[in-house]
């Protein structure tokens, strides 16, 4: 497959400002009539006759122009290349498409008896023939018509402006879409539906009818995501001063997607898992996701939608910067410290070990063969962390929002548009007086930064020094220097007085700073809130370590310390270099910071759980293999796993008093207390500790949770933690879990990712177990995500010995590819890691990508994350 270059961008040489289609649907044939204004680009010199309409897979019957057959066409790899006269044209073509064999998920495609589509990146020439790229915009007009029986509901973007009954139980709809879109926007949806529906009123005073579309046995757990619609719109007329702009907003949920949902003008399409939620089925995290992601896609409609990205180089122009306004909403709604600490966590999980690999590219990618695969956490949530530094530089110690103004200019100056990641940056500069030349730097560098911290007491304050680093990526070495902000505070370990935050800028390799002082003991606390996506190395006292776990004023720092002392201890055991006496003190630290943590009066027990929580181990295998820039220290999983795990039962024995006296504290609160969702989640973090450290007490604990839970978080928590254990509770509580929600497809796939995620010792057999399970199926990508993605990240199964785990992974992405190429490729990176492991398993991980390197007729996606990881 050829490779595509951000630099080869050039502009289409037609528009096309009308396009009109007719859909006669059906789930094994679907016949699509398809209707383009064309006219030659005038911001192009182009005067070659060729029109070239991209499609895959799909076969022209017939080629009308200007109402007449026509014979000067070819097909070109897919394409349809038309030879045209003049210099403007109504083109026709008809193809026939069956939906049903679609198991991609990309173009038309059945799931459930529905018809519903999918269309970004590149999904809609497998619908028709067409210039299928983001900057050719057009307004769309389409008639649907199928079986009133099979399909009562019709959907499509925009507006519906006429219905009507057809011959033989069919009827039809049309539709119309007033503002131009590119053809990633287009969706269509045809099923048995019913509507949850609401109407929101714009602060201009239009009435927004809102439906979420589902089946009718699902239509009792839509009102959480209505209610997130209607808080997501208010939310960006209020902080973003964004308006909607149609009289109609849809929301479809559908059970096969290839991931959570799609932003299509006025037609949303979602993974159910992102819109059904209710106590008993859905969990805490489970209830923030589906606002997360409602609002996600709700904000694309001005970044992504009234403003779309010129190629998909640009993704992170839409994705990066709606991501950052989703964190920015839910940290609103939910709570900024918490928030801010779970999207930390999920950037360390999975963007630093991306940006530490093969797959490493900056947020603005130069090259790629199947675009699909960077839908990444680069583009996405680095993104996200980038604009956040532009918004920090902006609004740091100002009383208005000067971000503000630079985003106000950005989408006055560019809506409907296609543009780049450059005019965004321009916009900002703009609209907020910042000069962000060097800045531009994060987005043509991958990898992440390392900052090596350095202070000596000084004569006017804390002359701290710092150095930083680029590491090199695959076709890039020698980077440049990044401006880099950090708000950073020097609190006095003695007094305990807590300095002032201010926000400093680095720009060079290395420079020094001299930093006020608050007191004799000074403790440097840097890199608050999190202010830009960097590894921060500073050689602190463990004590100091302790003393900004239990007092820093800033809770992101606070979370941080006590992470560093945990990444310092595991990484230093796991590669066996601690004597006795070393281990003993390092979770001596360890359990002091903890301690502070259990008992402090003064924190709530969402953040108390958030704090709890010990360092990832992929976050930890980065620590260990990335903390020697020699690059010859390799993360040893195992060892990793082993030490963590042996961290939580010294904890669970050494504080057993604490524990259980906060257990008791958080036990019983009720469901719809306001103190319910921290205490449900310090409950099952306290059982997962006794799980390590009396296992029998652990399991009855558990049991008593899970035979008392009226919630879904409970329940979950609690097989959790009996998962891990050797215990016959486990089997009967996950035999009554099973009972009770079979048929509910999201809950069963929480069924099968407790098991594949836990702590036992025969994960691997219980997961080949379950893939022969009656519910399980190759078919949904949510089931296959719920086995194998979760036995993926699950380390002490997955880099099992003998490699049978590595073996598991690859024989998947195999079984998965000629069904759905998309999710097969996903399945790629924990084995693209072979690089970072010790070398007996990087050998067996390696020679598992080569075997699937060597199969004939890999995907493009799957061929290409391979080859990548093997280079
Ligand atoms: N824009 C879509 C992602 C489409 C992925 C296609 N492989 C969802 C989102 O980011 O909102
Ligand atoms: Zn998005």
């Known amino acids: 497959p050829p490779v595509i270059r951000r630099e080869d961008y050039e ?65 070109d790899e897919g394409d349809l290349v038309v030879n045209l006269p003049g210099e403007s044209h109504t083109v026709e073509i008809v193809t026939q498409i069956d939906p049903s064999a679609n198991t991609a998920l990309m173009g038309l495609f059945a799931s459930n008896g529905m018809l519903c589509t999918q269309c970004e990146a590149e999904g809609f020439r497998r619908i028709t023939f067409f210039p299928d790229r983001p900057d050719v915009l057009s307004t769309y007009r389409v008639k649907m018509s199928g079986s009133k029986d099979r399909f009562p509901i019709l959907l499509c ?45 714009t602060r201009s005073g239009r009435v927004v009818e809102c439906n979420v579309w589902v089946r009718e046995e699902d239509l009792a757990r839509t009102d959480h995501a209505l209610q997130s619609l209607h808080r997501s719109m208010k939310w960006d007329e209020d902080v973003f001063g964004r308006e909607y702009d149609l009289d109609l907003y849809n929301i479809v949920a559908v059970s096969d997607f290839n991931m959570g949902a799609m932003e299509n ?19 805490d995290a ?37 991501v950052l306004r989703d964190q920015l909403f839910s940290q609103d709604v939910q709570g900024e410290a918490v928030k801010r600490i779970e999207d930390v966590r999920i950037l360390r999980a999975a963007q630093f070990p991306e940006d530490a690999g093969p797959l490493a590219h900056p947020i603005r990618p130069d090259s790629y063969r199947e675009i699909s695969n960077f839908y990444t956490a680069t583009v996405y949530n680095k993104g996200a962390e980038v604009i956040r530094m532009m918004r920090t ?74 150095r930083q680093t680029v590491p090199d990526t695959p076709g890039q070495r020698n980077k440049g220097a990044m401006h880099i902000p950090l708000r950073v505070a020097v609190h006095c370990r003695e007094t305990g007085a807590l300095g002032a935050e201010q926000l400093i800028e680095l720009r060079q390799d290395e420079q020094t700073i ?47 310390a006590l992470q560093d002392l945990a990444v310092r201890h595991l990484v230093a055991a796991a590669s066996q270099q601690l004597d006795q006496a070393g281990r003993a003190e390092g979770k001596r630290l360890v359990c002091d910071a903890f301690r502070s943590i259990l008992t402090d009066p003064e924190l709530d027990h969402s953040m108390r759980g958030e704090l709890m929580m010990l360092p990832s181990e992929t976050y930890l295998f980065e620590a260990m293999a990335g903390s020697d820039p020699a690059g010859i220290r390799k993360a040893e999983p195992l060892e990793i796993h082993k030490e963590r795990e042996q961290l939580k039962t010294v904890i669970g024995v050494t ?64 097989l959790m933690v009996l998962c891990g254990l050797k215990h016959p509770a486990r089997d009967e509580r996950l035999q009554a879990f099973y009972d009770r929600y079979q048929g509910n497809a999201l809950v069963i796939d929480k069924w099968f990712t407790l098991q594949a995620l836990s702590l036992h010792p025969d994960v691997l057999s219980h997961v080949k177990a379950l893939a022969e399970h009656p519910d399980f199926t190759m078919k949904n990508p949510n089931r296959v995500r719920s086995l194998y993605m979760a036995f993926a990240g699950n380390a002490h199964a997955f880099h099992a010995q003998d490699g049978s785990g590595y073996r598991m992974i690859a024989d998947v992405i195999l079984a998965l590819d000629p069904i759905n190429p998309q999710t097969a490729a996903r399945f790629v990176s924990p084995l693209g890691r072979w690089r ?31 080859s990548r990881s093997l280079d």
């Not at 990087?842 to 996606?861: F, Q, V």
């Open 655 to 718: 504080l057993k008093r604490e524990l259980e006296g906060l257990y008791a504290q958080v036990a019983d609160v009720p469901y719809d207390d306001p103190a319910g969702r921290g205490a449900r989640k310090v409950k099952t973090q306290i059982a997962a500790l006794f799980a390590a450290s009396d296992p029998e007490r652990a399991a009855i604990m558990a049991s008593r949770q899970f035979d008392q839970a009226d919630n879904m978080t409970d329940r979950q928590g609690a």
């Open 393 to 466: 530089l902006a609004n740091f110690g100002g009383q208005v929002d000067n971000f503000r103004k630079g985003t106000d200019l950005y989408f006055d100056r560019h809506d409907g548009e296609a543009a780049t990641c450059e005019d965004f940056i321009t916009a900002i500069e703009d609209g907020t007086g910042l000069e962000l030349a060097q800045f531009r730097r994060w987005y043509r560098q991958a990898g992440t930064p390392r900052i090596a911290v350095r202070q000596t007491l000084g004569d006017d304050g804390l002359d701290v020094t710092f």
């Open 286 to 322: 489970d209830f923030d996701a589906v606002e997360g992601v409602i609002a996600h896609e709700y904000f694309h409609n001005w970044s992504g939608n009234r403003i779309t990205c010129r190629d998909w180089f640009q993704l992170s122009l839409k994705e990066g910067f709606t």
């Open 836 to 866: 970072r492991i010790e070398s007996v398993k990087a050998g067996l991980m390696k020679a598992e990508l080569e075997r699937i390197a060597g199969t004939e007729g890999l995907s493009r996606d799957t061929f290409e994350q391979v």
């Open 11 to 75: 502009p289409y040489p037609w528009i096309v400002p009308e396009t009109e289609l007719d859909f006669a649907l059906g789930i094994g044939s679907t016949r699509v009539a398809a209707r383009l204004k064309i006219k030659r680009n005038p911001g192009t010199e182009s005067t070659s006759p060729e029109l070239r309409l991209n499609g895959d897979g799909l076969t022209t019957e017939m080629v009308m122009v200007d109402g007449a057959r026509f014979g000067d066409w070819s097909m």
């Open 514 to 560: 001299t930093l006020p002082l608050s007191g004799p003991f000074p403790v440097l606390s840097i890199n608050r809130g999190f202010t830009a996506p960097v590894i921060i190395e500073r050689e602190l006292d463990s004590a100091d370590l302790v003393f900004l776990a239990a007092k820093d004023d800033d809770p992101f720092a606070r979370y941080e």
């Open 157 to 201: 973007n925009g507006n519906k402006v006429g219905e009507g009954e057809g011959d033989g139980g069919t009827h039809w709809a049309e539709w119309h879409d007033p503002w131009p879109k590119p053809s990633y926007l287009f969706a269509l949806v045809a099923g048995d539906l019913v509507a949850n529906s609401a109407p929101f009123t």
């Open 265 to 283: 003008k006025g037609l949303n399409v979602f993974n159910t898992k992102y819109v059904l939620a209710d106590p008993d089925t859905a969990t």
